[in-house]
């Protein structure tokens, strides 16, 4: 070994010790004849010293060492003159007795430290660079944690951990496939499994009733914010289950994963909430219960005043925020331009201030007298120092753009707190959802879920109002205003996933080419099952306090898809081209 101890390791009770460290050199600098080195590993700093009058070889190497040089040290551990408070080492450093290069480094393109100085950019390229510093690593240390408190808690509820393929059929329904060439068979492609839906399914055929996999996903998505082209998730599926044992067996992973990770207690059982309560009150299908500022229709109230923009909409709802009657002219017209963004799309906003002295001051003035907004605020539970923004229009986007203003207010006002954990069951979707560009339905989660069985009468009728009507026993969990998991109970017979290809606009040739061997396979006996899948990476990014999932993967792709660091995606040469049976059109 070259330590025998970590850098972050020696304590006072150590002192009068001899030992050996090895690792980076952060630091080092010079105080009146002295070397002081701040030697750097995934556990720590410890403060190294070399003596004015050690010997002369010594402080010579010493004073050559440069920034990320990769050093063994032996020395005696000491007692601190002046000690560090905020370092767990920081009451001790050690007296060098002897330095050993182990190698070089050149100097680093940003330094390695909490806060760096390095673009993202540059260190995504030196990627290894950047991960030696504290912030990634606690990242990733958290991510370990997080994968090993997983395994133990499926574990203990006898689930077993099976590897699925990664060069599948492409199929694709959703998301776009990232497709591989297949040398030996010439024109003919695999996919990389955008989850491993099939196959979890067919492991219950197969008689493996409790499955789960840690296991990478690849969508070929455009990547908006946050999102990966390869990301991971924790994938279950159970046999023989109803929804309510699913949710049951998952809300005490998460709940262990939060006592045992955070020492966090959360609510005992979990809200639930369903998808329609959701989208009326928040918004959103994933919606922040941390705070109030619910979505209020005031459609009936907006209506028959005499202002052409409400009496034109179907639906007209408005939040009341809390306080914020005081905004100026300028802030309510930045807010207006806000909502008009193409990213929030609305065609404008009304407001209405309850001012603290009870009077009224709106955007509608000319249209609405003080009791008909008196009668609105009424409507929208506000308080006298509220300011009750309106937007109207068809009603599924509207609310959809009060969500997003909804949760844009709540975080001006300091509404969302990472630390702060609502977790919720969002419950009840609509099995399908009708495209009016495409002019067909798709599965709002994906083809292999069931109808609920009091919906099936629906489901078989050719009525699109009926189909519309139908739900699933499909169900989301939410954290703080984000998709955590999500997944359902499924079709395991195969008259009706056949029916659901019907349904959706899937022909009975195309489907048995892309799925006959599932819809074969529920010919052999398919037990009634259900599971989920939780989106690991942004479960960690949450429970680490972060938005972002990228500081969670060791190696991520860049907005673009790439990875800087090894300048991939790349051409390949013509010989491997050849040998795929592959032609650039470029
Ligand atoms: N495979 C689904 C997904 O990736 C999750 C599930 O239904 O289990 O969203």
């Known amino acids: 070994m070259y330590r025998d101890y970590t850098c972050g390791e020696l304590r006072i009770a150590n002192v009068g010790q001899k030992v050996t460290l090895a690792g980076w050199v952060q630091r080092s600098r010079k105080l009146g004849g002295m070397t002081f080195i701040d030697l750097r590993d995934r556990y720590g700093i410890t403060q190294l010293v070399v003596e004015a009058d050690a010997d002369a070889s010594l402080v010579e190497t010493a004073t050559s060492l440069g920034r990320e040089f990769v050093i063994q040290a ?55 660079l950047d991960l030696r510093r504290n912030p990634l690593q606690s990242a990733l240390a958290l991510r370990h944690r997080m994968a090993h408190e997983v395994r133990n808690y499926l574990d203990s509820k006898g689930f077993m951990e099976i590897e699925t393929p990664y ?41 493996y009733d409790r499955y789960f996999q840690i296991v990478r996903c690849f969508r070929d998505e455009d990547l908006r914010a946050d999102r990966q082209p390869e990301f991971t998730q924790i994938d279950c599926e159970m046999s023989f289950v109803e929804q309510e044992d699913v949710l049951n067996m998952f809300e005490g992973m998460m709940r262990t994963l939060f006592k045992n990770v955070l020492d966090v207690e959360i609510k005992d059982p979990l809200p639930r909430m369903s998808w329609y309560d959701a989208m009326d ?15 209020k229709e005031i459609t009936s109230l907006a209506h028959g005043h005499g202002f052409g923009v409400f009496d034109a909409c179907d639906y007209v709802g408005a939040i009341a925020v809390p306080g914020c009657a005081g905004y100026t002219r300028k802030q309510t017209d930045e807010l207006t331009e806000w909502v008009k963004r193409p990213q929030v799309g609305a065609g404008g906003m009304v407001w209405i201030k309850w001012q603290e002295d009870g009077s009224f001051k709106s955007s ?24 009750i923004l309106v937007l109207c229009g068809e009603k599924r986007k509207t609310q959809n753009r009060l969500g997003v203003l909804r ?21 009840d979707f609509p099995l399908l959802e009708w495209s009016e560009e495409d002019g067909r339905f798709y599965a709002m989660h994906h083809p292999f879920t069931a109808p609920k069985p009091e919906h099936e009468k629906w489901f078989y009728s050719d009525k699109k109002e009926d189909l519309e009507r139908v739900c699933a026993n499909a169900y989301d ?31 009975k040739e195309e489907a048995d080419y892309k799925f006959g061997f599932i819809i074969n396979a529920f010919k052999f006996g398919a037990p009634p099952h259900g599971g989920l899948a939780f989106g690991f990476d942004r479960v960690c990014a949450l429970f680490g306090g972060q938005e972002t999932i990228r500081d969670y ?5 860049n907005n673009q898809g790439r990875d800087v660091m090894i300048d991939s995606p790349s051409q390949i040469d013509e010989a491997q081209m050849k040998e795929l049976f592959l032609s650039s059109t470029l």
């Open 167 to 207: 060069l599948i059929k492409s199929t694709p329904e959703g998301a776009r496939d990232f497709v591989v060439p297949s040398r030996m068979n010439p024109g003919q492609f695999y996919a990389l499994p955008q989850s491993p839906q099939t196959f979890k399914q067919l492991l219950m055929v197969a008689g």
């Open 477 to 507: 969990f939410v954290l703080n205003g984000t998709e955590l998991g999500g997944g359902s109970i499924r079709i395991h017979n195969a008259d009706m996933q056949e029916r659901m290809f019907e349904v959706l606009g899937i022909s």
């Open 553 to 557: 993967i060791a190696f991520p792709k």
């Open 74 to 128: 032996v020395g005696e551990v000491v007692e601190r003159q002046s000690k560090n408070p905020k370092m767990p080492t920081g009451d001790i450093e050690i007296k060098l007795e002897k330095i050993n290069v182990l190698n070089k480094s050149v100097t680093p393109p940003f330094t390695i430290e909490d806060e760096s100085d390095g673009g993202e950019d540059i260190r995504a390229k030196f990627r290894y």
């Open 364 to 387: 509608v003035d000319k249209f609405f007298a003080p009791e008909d907004l008196q009668a609105i605020a009424g409507q929208c539970g506000a308080a006298a120092g509220d300011l």
């Open 281 to 295: 009150n928040y918004g959103s299908d994933k919606p922040d219960i941390r705070f109030g500022m619910e979505l």
């Open 407 to 427: 949760i844009e207010m709540g975080n001006r006002l300091g509404l969302r707190k990472p630390f702060d954990f609502a977790p919720l069951w969002v419950v």
